[in-house]
Nanobody, 123 residues
């Protein structure tokens, strides 16, 4: 299992931007697909976006498409989630994950998880 550590969460206002980072130990970035999931209170864990191991293709949930961007940073051994035009409904604990990514949208496709970082968007 890879160790994943998220950072960058916080309290922002609607319309603001925020960038989350996920630092990956070992060879996670070279051996795994990476993804971001989020979980709001009382709700299930939802797929936010992911990036494939080969080709670095990115995929996004419809709810964030056009607003969120996943970037891969091989030098820092990290992935970043750039979140723009944030909405109150984006409030959740965001977690990064590493795994096969097949399928990308399913939490069960990922075997390593970070501890999560809280994002709160005030209206």
């Amino acid at each position: 299992q890879e160790e994943l550590v998220e950072s960058g969460g916080g309290l922002v206002r609607a319309g603001d931007s925020l960038t989350l980072s996920c630092a990956a130990s070992g060879g996670a970035l070279s051996t795994s697909a990476m993804a971001w999931f989020r979980q709001a209170p009382g709700k299930e864990r939802d797929f936010v976006g992911g990036i494939t191991r080969i080709g670095s293709f990115t995929f996004y949930a419809d709810s964030v498409k056009g607003r969120f961007i996943i970037q891969r940073d091989d030098e820092q051994k990290a992935i970043h989630l750039l979140m723009n035009s944030l909405k109150p409904e984006d409030t959740a604990i965001y977690s990064c994950a590493a795994g096969t990514g097949v399928p990308m949208t399913a939490p069960a496709s990922f075997t390593s998880w970070g501890q999560g970082t809280q994002v709160t968007v005030a209206s």
